[in-house]
């Protein structure tokens, strides 16, 4: 299995900040790497797929970026609405996909 | 605009089998390349991918899970369903249904149901 792993299960920033969100693969993965955004009571919204390309209609203060085993997440000018849990997902394996443990974003 | 809806029995006993269906609308499941998945997500835990299907019939199962997962499609009423067998209080959480892009998308998830709360409970 190739395990996902998100360097912070939560981290506190104040609106208009910069937030960059970690993830690790515990092998290479190329570029199959997405990021979903989790609120609570909801379903995951995909922001990016292929480690660095946005979703369509997804606001562009969203990126990321990596290739292999290290990737991020950054959110420049953090707005009210980003206050949720995001999620890194491999699909490399495409015979086991896996997600990170997610990472909540809180205010601060 | 695509859209997807679970639906299903929201209580389920344990050892019994655990059924979900997940209705497509604004498009078809027949498309090729794309994915029809499962995932799930346990009470306050973070997400789970059960497995997935193509409108060819082809299944791909988490292997934690593959003894008692059965994923099918039914395309003349453009839905696809779960069955999970002998459910134990550890299989209690909230069902997603999602449509994964083509490779050329890698494979991202990108439409998703609502989900749907499942408990397993006597």
């Known amino acids: 299995d190739i395990q996902m792993t998100q360097s912070a299960s939560s981290m506190a920033a104040s609106v208009g900040d910069r937030v960059t969100i970690t993830c690790r693969a515990s092998q290479s993965i190329n570029s199959y790497l997405n990021w979903y955004q989790q609120k609570p009571g909801k379903a995951p919204k995909l922001l990016i797929y292929a480690a660095s390309t946005l979703q369509s209609g997804v606001p562009s203060r969203f990126s990321g970026t990596g290739f292999g085993t290290d990737f991020t997440l950054t959110i420049s000018g953090l707005q009210p609405e980003d206050f949720a849990t995001y999620y890194c997902q491999q699909s490399y394996d495409t015979s086991l996909y896996t997600f990170g443990q997610g990472t909540k974003l809180e205010i601060k | 605009q695509l859209q997807l809806q679970e639906s299903g029995s929201g209580l389920v006993k344990p050892s019994q089998t655990l059924s979900l269906t997940c209705g497509v609308s604004?498009?078809?499941?027949?498309?090729?390349?794309?994915?029809w998945n499962w995932i799930r997500q346990p009470p306050g835990k973070g997400l789970e991918w059960i497995g997935y299907?193509?409108?060819?019939?082809?299944?791909y199962y988490n292997p934690s899970l593959k003894s008692r997962v059965t994923i099918s499609v039914d395309r003349s009423k453009n839905q696809f369903s779960l069955k999970l067998s002998s459910v134990t209080a550890a299989d209690t959480a909230v069902y997603y249904c999602?449509?994964?892009?083509?490779?050329?998308?890698?494979?991202?998830?990108?439409?998703w149901g609502q989900g749907t709360t499942v408990t397993v409970s006597s």
């Open positions: 299907i193509y409108q060819s019939g082809s299944t």
């Open positions: 604004g498009g078809s499941i027949s498309s090729v390349g794309y994915s």
């Open positions: 999602a449509r994964g892009l083509p490779s050329y998308y890698y494979y991202g998830m990108d439409v």
